[in-house]
């Protein structure tokens, strides 16, 4: 479970950088990449996730994404996502 929270604030901490709001330009389309398709499937998953924990980070992402105009969350294999994996351990 440490491991998915890892990745969850790897995507969380990817979509703050590109925050609209923020101080660089945001890119016309975001792709974000994570090797977890747990954490995936739960930050696009529409209704509530069983855990509190599980579902904050989820809705947290999900408003994060709403203030776009185009984000992907796209699942590579683990040994092609060596940063996000990096930063998981």
């Avoid at 980070?57 to 776009?68: C, D, E, K, P, T």
Wanted: proline share 4%; with cysteine.
């Amino acid at each position: 479970m440490a491991r998915h929270a890892a990745h969850r604030e790897n995507i969380l901490r990817s979509l703050r950088r590109w925050k609209p709001v923020s101080r660089e330009p945001a890119p016309a389309k975001l792709v974000i990449h994570g090797d977890c398709q747990v954490v995936i499937g739960d930050v696009l998953r529409d209704e509530a996730i069983g855990s509190h924990v599980l579902s904050t980070y989820a809705a947290r992402a999900r408003g994060l994404i709403a203030q776009f105009a185009d984000v992907h969350l796209q699942r590579i294999p683990r040994v092609r996502n060596t940063a996000d994996d990096a930063l998981s351990q």
